[in-house]
């Protein structure tokens, strides 16, 4: 169906200077204010019908991608948030024709967008489309709604789309999937050609990550590496030569990855692919990894891995972290099939040991055996049926860190891990009555006590001919490195899926009231109660998904060191006052008991006021979310010469020991309610410990065990010199507003709000009354004689404009100075006040510098 236009003689709004709509400081807001409209369908601005407006300023409003397409000619108007999705199309995407805008992508985003039209709500998730940012074509992921906007005769007259980018979690789940697939396709390994032909197979299915993917493999005398496979593209086309010298000059850095033996960036890409496409982008990539694949036990890399960047993704962390796990893998699978080469070697060895009759081929096997023996990179040892040690070569004297003199005769028992010599000595009593071989994972004891972990494989010799064992053979192989590596990987899984559930689980709790909420909005005749009640339930759900988006990329940031904070001299008391008005409501909300030793002479430290008080707000938060409900929380201060303490304690459900260590580490949250009533990432913690450690500080968390209760301690540096030398002073009576303490009369029935308020006012130095009622507000202003009135204009007996005109006529009160505090805050409300007779009219929530610095120059003017 046709976008059908509002009649203009009847349903737009008073003219409108096109200076003042939209209202509002953001860049869009200002954008749109600036463009001339009159030349495009929609019209200028002051003939906009009352809905567009109404859109026009809700989206500014929202931290949430929105865009508006109005009229037939489908005319578009975004908020700042959607200015990330139109990319380098911005500023001139706004006005334009939405289907001309995204015609490279209309064939997904046009049918959605007609449905719309139709008047039924569509929605696309997880839809990936191209966009063009900052001169780069980028593949991005996003669920898209697309709602229509109906007149008062229920035709259409527009469509709102929202956005929400769901980039990362797609990609994060398809490299999870490659990784997968990967170590699935590699258990089926038996031989390193299959490592390398199942690996290169597997990678080329995800050639949206990886364009191409080149292995080389080292030969015998380390000095060649050899073309294992590729994929992607033709081989010969994106590769070197088949055969590499590390000497030889190249675009891959051969030598630098033996020497340093880490991965390196490759960004000269274009000579060596010039012409070739690459992946399911038709373009070569800009960038490249080089990347070592390191064998368990071994020093030397066992192969090379080249592997593309996809020119369509950023090179980002999470970008090399995935290929760091691909050769974790391929390192894993080398480190499997050396050990199966390694028992072949054992076989050998045995039919060696079989042929000992015949004399010549006895000293011929003697011979090779001597050699291989020797020779092998896996440690060998051979004992008699008492088990003591006969022969050793240098790579198990290596393993156990003594000379083979301190190991020939000796029972290789004693050299075994206290802990482990029990099963090690059943299984060899097995081994003696079966005459079976038998692999063990254990531990041998070194001179300075530290145990080094082995994979072991103890065999029976028996001379042919003769029944029973007559020696015993072991081929032990490092296994430390290859025990870490694998626990690191599984922890790093593990810890990566537990992160990405708890994350889609945290996002998409809020969504399902959001889209009942959008929903609601977008039918017909809604009563102006329901319309507040679901822009509320919005509201609070878009704030607890920006709050989370927000930690996520605060600790990114933060924890990868592109935050840089601001230093000035800030008072400590100050900035726990503050931090307790942020979380007061969590504390009212749970019936908690706030206790507070703090000395107002603490003391300054230098930093970042915002950080400081983040620090602070959030432990406090954590402290309330994990006591149960009517909990005691203490928050109190100390103070040594150097350093300032401040210590959050709780009677909450403690933390267990085992988790103390990691508290602060990411992702790492005491154990949740089935119910997960805490939310959150677990980034909290992890962020309160960097930004301390950017002020030079600490943090530290004490606690007896479960249901005990949890301490958590910041320390941070102590400012050396004098508030007056650093140039600030500590607020008291003489000085706080400027010149002299204000008599304030605040009045407000919200009794948390005129609670916070006032502690605020009494920090900076104020003497305060406070009043709950109209008619009380006015007996204390004729008793009290106060220098100035804070109220609020929504009072329940009497509002706070007949409040004002009350007080101005008495002649008590008639030249106090009064000053609006309300959530109203349109032109005629504030009309409505100053003819009431107030001075001053501020909005909640208040400003707290704002007031302040009206204060100060109130006190100012007072002194005169």
Known sequence: ????????????????????????????????????????????????????????????????????????????????????????????????????????????????????????????????????????????????????????????????????????????????????????????????????????????????????????????????????????????????????????????????????????????????????????????????????????????????LMAGACPRLPLDDAYAEFYDLVVSALSAALTRIFQIEVMRTQALLQAQIAAERDRNALLQSQAEFAALFEQASAGIAETGCDGRLLRVNNQFCKILGRSREALIGQLAMDFVHPEDREENSRRLQELMSSVQAFDIYNRYQRPDGSGVWVSKTVTPIRVRGRSGVERILAVVIDATERNQAEAQLEAASRNKDEFLAMLAHELRYPLAPIKAAARAIGLANLDEATLNRTSAVISRQVRHMTALVDDLLDVSRVSRGIVTISRSPQDIANILANAIEQVQPLFDARQHRLITDIDPDSGWVLGDEKRLIQIHTNLLSNAAKYTPEQGTIVLRTGVDEDVIRISIEDNGIGIEKALQAGMFELFAQAKRTPDRSQGGLGLGLALVKNLAELHDGSVACVSKGIGQGSTFTVTLPRLAQSTEESGHSKPDPETAGSNRALRILLVDDNVDAIDMLSLLLKTIGHEVTMQYTSKAALEAAKEQFPDVAILDIGLPDMDGNALARRLRAQPETRHLILIALTGYGQAEDRKKAIEAGFDHYLTKPVDFDELRGLLKTIASALRL
């Open 1 to 304: 169906m046709q976008i059908q236009t509002m009649d203009s003689r009847t349903n737009v709004c008073p003219a409108v200077n096109n200076q003042q709509f939209p209202s509002g400081a953001t860049a869009q807001a200002e954008l749109i204010r600036s463009t001339d409209w009159s030349s495009l369908a929609v019209g200028p601005t002051e003939q906009w019908p009352q809905s567009l407006q109404a859109l026009v300023s809700y989206s500014l409003a929202s931290n949430d991608p929105v865009n508006i397409i109005w009229g037939p000619e489908c005319t578009q108007i975004y908020n700042d948030a959607y200015e990330a999705i139109c990319g380098d199309k911005h500023p001139g995407a706004l006005g334009m024709d939405f289907r001309a805008c995204w015609a490279s992508g209309w064939s997904v985003i046009g049918p959605a967008f007609e449905q719309a039209l139709a008047g039924e709500t569509s929605e696309l998730e997880n839809q990936r489309l191209f966009l063009l940012r900052q001169g780069r074509l980028e593949e991005t992921f996003f669920n898209l709604s697309f709602s229509p906007v109906h007149d008062e005769g229920g035709k259409v007259t527009g469509v709102v789309q929202r956005a929400t980018e769901t980039t990362r979690a797609v990609i994060g789940e398809r490299r999870t999937r490659a990784l997968g697939d990967l170590t699935k396709a590699l258990a089926q390994a038996e031989s390193t050609d299959d490592v390398f032909r199942l690996s290169v197979d597997t990678l080329a299915r995800y050639d949206a990550d990886l364009p191409f993917v080149v292995l080389y493999h080292q030969d015998s005398e380390q000095t060649v590496y050899r073309l294992a496979g590729s994929a992607g593209v033709e081989p010969g086309l994106c590769v070197s030569p088949p055969q590499l010298s590390t000497d030889e000059p190249g675009i891959w850095p051969i030598a630098t990855l033996l020497e340093q033996a880490q991965r390196q960036a490759v960004s000269d890409l274009r000579a060596l692919l010039d012409g070739v496409a690459c992946g399911p982008y038709e373009e070569a990539p800009d960038h490249a990894f080089a990347i070592p694949i390191m064998r368990a036990g071994d020093s030397a890399p066992a192969a090379l």
